[in-house]
């Protein structure tokens, strides 16, 4: 395995009109951090990982500040390069690997939901020692409860709180285009389970948010590809919905939890929300384990 700079493999992308996208990993034989396991490399770079801004004029809205401080001066040298005076941040969720870069955005505004402000605050010590450290974590400085309407510039946008892959998330929903950016609510090819107690729950909004008049979405984690072609359309949520319903099932079908990725989502990749992706199967096999594990303890 090589390992190049932090931030060097950083590719700026255009996914939509006002809309910057910073991709980084799904390279081949390639890690940013170690090769040792570790949160940077394993949940985030070799998934391939993308953060966004919206940008109008002088004003931008960065949507997660990035796996590291390297990557997020890059985002921040990008906007200011296009003439950006004003930066405002917005938190999708308290996961490392979104909240890696706020110290580079410390002068600006950083919004969050109440539930990701409490998160990072509980979290702060395991945050700051892990593997990397996030030393020091920077703290959002401004919160919301339920949604709360912004304007980049002439851009309209609407964060909203959702349950989904965490307790905490906020996606951005651009009401004027149908454009969802998602964190980690959606994810190509599969959801990562952090909260198996909850996934009943997770299924309730995400029924919610297949009711919402969308166009496109852009996760942050997903395919290079699909991300600077527009994104995915709705039946991305449908097979995020029918993975979790059928990762529920494995509760009590053994055989089921025995399959791998391949065979486990073979009828939602044939009909191409979403397309197999090997490092995915590690994710699949801990998160099978960890459904199964949460069903044992509470009987």
């Known amino acids: 395995m090589t390992r190049p700079p932090l931030g ?10 006002n809309v910057l996208g910073f991709y980084d990993g799904r390279i081949d034989g390639v890690r940013a951090w170690s090769d040792e396991p570790n949160w940077l490399d394993d949940g985030a770079y070799t998934l391939g990982i993308c953060t966004y801004a919206i940008v109008d004029g002088s004003q931008a809205l960065v949507y997660d500040t990035h796996i590291s401080l390297p990557h997020a001066r890059f985002i921040r040298q990008t906007l200011e390069g296009l003439g950006v005076k004003s930066i405002r941040v ?13 110290e580079v955005f410390r002068d600006c ?16 010590a395991e945050i700051e020692g892990g593997n990397p450290p996030i030393m020091p974590l920077v703290l959002p400085t401004r919160t919301f409860a339920g949604s709360l309407s912004l304007m980049v510039g002439s851009v309209a946008v609407e964060l909203r709180q959702v349950e989904i892959h965490s307790h905490d998330g906020s996606v951005l929903l ?4 149908g454009l969802l950016l998602a964190g980690d609510t959606l994810e190509d090819p599969i959801t990562y389970v952090a909260e198996p107690d909850r996934l009943a729950e997770h299924l309730i909004d995400l029924e919610r948010i297949a009711s919402w008049k969308i166009n496109r979405i852009l996760p942050n984690h997903g395919s290079l590809e699909a991300i600077e072609a527009g994104g995915y359309d709705t039946s991305f949520i449908a097979a995020t919905q029918a993975y979790v319903a059928k990762l529920l099932a494995c509760r009590h079908e053994p055989d089921l939890a025995r399959q791998d990725l391949r065979t486990f ?8 929300a979403v397309d197999y992706f090997a490092p995915y199967e590690p994710v699949h096999r801990q998160n099978v384990e960890a459904v199964v594990a949460a069903a044992t303890g509470r009987q």
């Open 8 to 17: 060097s493999t950083m590719r700026l992308i255009r996914p939509a009109p």
């Open 90 to 102: 917005v938190l999708s969720h308290w996961h490392d690997d979104h909240i890696a870069g706020n």
């Open 265 to 272: 989502g073979a009828d939602m990749f044939a009909r191409g």
């Open 174 to 177: 651009m009401p004027d285009t």
């Open 109 to 124: 505004e950083i919004i969050a939901n109440d539930l990701t402000a409490s998160a990072l605050a509980r979290n702060r």
